[in-house]
């Protein structure tokens, strides 16, 4: 599926048929992922009875011997006697909903990790346009498809990779400016949008708990079993423009939630 083929589905007048030519699209896609992941287990398959070790394999592929043998099995293996008992890679926290200092300062990520100790780390995986999934179109009030912009970027700590944190835009409102440009916005993203004149009013914020998709498996070098946490917030400017979209994917055994309160209405 590529964006050519988002933008003559976009056109259809028809709603109803909008959207189902883009539920078989995405059925289309996903089921060519999965095809793509299980002719990779193939070839990973081929290369060991050729009298390749992990080791060769892993170095030939740029990933580690653990991660060749995950790949082998798939994201929907079954998780091993006692996975679930034994001890995360690394652990870290996520308060829900953030600190504003914390937010307002370069990097959430960073700072949060660093007060707890955590040696973190961050690299751009992606900036340009995309389709906007149906969450994301429904929280910057376009239509399911239509092209956004986006910054994908992955979280390591201690090394370990813990987290996919894409922000979402829309393009008309944010095409051509700094927030469409690669590598990562200094001093901070928050600081380019209040440049750019948006002054925040309101977010709104929705998790939800569910398997990996094989990217995400891949990316974070997920255990077989593991799930994921999907954090999605969406900030609203003082105008109720939708400004930002944060989708933040946190590898759900490597992280504890923090949840606020309303200060002075805590109780057990």
């Given amino acids: 599926m590529d964006l050519d083929t988002l933008r003559d589905v976009s056109?259809?007048?028809?709603?109803?048929?909008?959207?189902?030519?883009?539920?078989?699209?995405?059925?289309e896609e996903q089921e060519r992922l999965e095809e793509a992941a299980k002719m990779r287990r193939q070839a990973i398959a081929e290369a060991r009875d050729s009298g390749m070790g992990l080791e060769e394999i892993g170095?030939?592929?740029?990933?580690?011997?653990g991660?060749?043998?995950?790949?082998?099995?798939?994201?929907?293996?079954?998780?091993p006697e006692g996975a679930a008992a034994r001890a995360p890679k690394v652990l870290v926290r996520r308060a829900l909903p953030t600190d504003p200092a914390v937010r307002a300062s370069a990097s959430l990520f960073l700072v949060e990790a660093e007060r707890q100790g955590i040696r973190p780390d961050r690299r751009m995986l992606y900036v340009g346009p995309e389709p906007a999934s149906d969450h994301v179109a429904a929280c910057l009030r376009v239509e399911p498809g239509s092209e956004v912009i986006a910054r994908r970027k992955m979280m390591t700590a201690n090394e370990v990779p813990v987290r996919i944190a894409t922000s979402y835009f829309r393009a008309d409102l944010f095409g051509g400016t700094r927030i469409a440009e690669p590598e990562f916005v200094k001093p901070s993203l928050q600081s380019a949008l209040v440049a750019l004149g948006h002054v925040f009013g309101h977010a709104e914020e929705n998790l939800t708990a569910r398997p990996p998709t094989s990217f995400e498996y891949d990316t974070l070098e997920l255990e077989p079993g593991e799930w994921v946490v999907q954090v999605l917030r969406a900030g609203y400017s003082?105008?109720?423009?939708?400004?930002?979209?944060?989708?933040?994917?946190?590898?759900?055994n490597r992280h504890i939630f923090s949840i606020g309160q309303v200060t002075g209405y805590d109780e057990f």
């Fill in 238 to 252: 003082s105008e109720d423009t939708p400004v930002h979209v944060l989708e933040t994917i946190c590898a759900a």
């Fill in 67 to 79: 991660r060749i043998s995950q790949m082998r099995k798939g994201p929907t293996a079954r998780a």
């Fill in 11 to 27: 056109e259809l007048s028809d709603p109803i048929e909008r959207a189902r030519v883009l539920g078989r699209l995405m059925t």
């Fill in 59 to 65: 170095a030939r592929l740029g990933v580690s011997p």
